[in-house]
């Protein structure tokens, strides 16, 4: 049996649900708690006692003047997380987050995903080609330190890294995301989503479903393996 870990869950209130990541972290026995005050972090604290930071998607914009604030702090939050030997798995904008943290950028993506889409794998263990669930109108550059681990037409999915103290796993899709919480992502951002092309929400709520046994079944397999990555 693996060892017993704490796994530290970063996001924002009312969005926090970390899914089918979650539950295999969970069946695997570790520790997976949450703070949803990603607006008051700032520096880290060694006493939370982490052994992995998750940092979890957001409605925010990352390179939105309005974000910027928050942006910096959490930034500083991952770096110092790094630093002191905690490694860090960012998720959609937490994985752009994390790309910003460490001296990539984030900006508008050239073609915005909202549904299950493939992507083109550059390393089939920690990005494997799907379909993953995506919903983002926003990309990242990967640090220039990083390996990229895959794309697609709206940018960069995935970026691994370890010159800043531990391990950094980002990825741009959603392996967390079951077809529930996904259904209320179309509900609260409905008007969002049909500025990027979304015609028939109940279609995509009905593919979401349709999938529903494969995309848990290797969101298992992926969580297995980025945590024997970041924590070997």
């Known amino acids: 049996m693996n060892p017993r ?6 996001g924002d209130v009312g969005d926090d649900d970390t899914g089918y990541v979650g ?11 949450t703070r949803v005050d990603r607006d008051r972090l700032d520096a880290w604290d060694d006493r939370e ?3 992995l930071v998750l940092l979890l998607g957001s409605g925010r914009s990352g ?15 991952v770096r110092g997380a790094l630093a002191s030997g905690v490694p860090v798995l960012g998720i959609c904008y937490g994985g752009q987050l994390l790309a910003h943290a460490l001296g990539g950028s984030i900006g508008p993506s050239p ?3 909202i549904g299950l889409f493939p992507l083109d794998s550059l390393d089939p263990v920690l990005c494997p080609p799907g379909p993953w669930a995506q919903m983002h109108s926003d990309a990242f550059v990967a640090p220039p330190t990083s390996r990229v681990l895959g794309t697609s037409a709206g940018g960069c999915q995935g970026f691994d890294d370890d010159a800043h103290g531990a391990r950094a796993l980002g990825w741009q899709f959603h392996p967390e995301v079951t077809p529930h919480e996904f ?8 008007p969002w989503a049909r500025r990027h092309g979304v015609d028939d929400p109940d279609a995509l709520r009905e593919t979401m479903w349709a999938h529903e046994d494969d995309l ?6 992926l969580v297995d393996a980025a ?6």
């Open 111 to 113: 073609a915005p995903e």
């Open 23 to 33: 539950l295999r972290l969970r069946e695997q026995h570790h520790v997976v708690t």
């Open 216 to 221: 848990r079944a290797r969101s298992a397999v």
């Open 183 to 190: 259904g209320t992502w179309l509900d609260k951002l409905g």
């Open 49 to 51: 006692r982490a052994d």
């Open 5 to 10: 870990r704490h796994v530290l869950v970063v």
């Open 63 to 77: 390179h939105a003047d309005d974000s910027a604030a928050v942006v910096e702090r959490e930034s500083r939050y």
């Open 227 to 232: 945590v024997a990555h970041l924590w070997a």
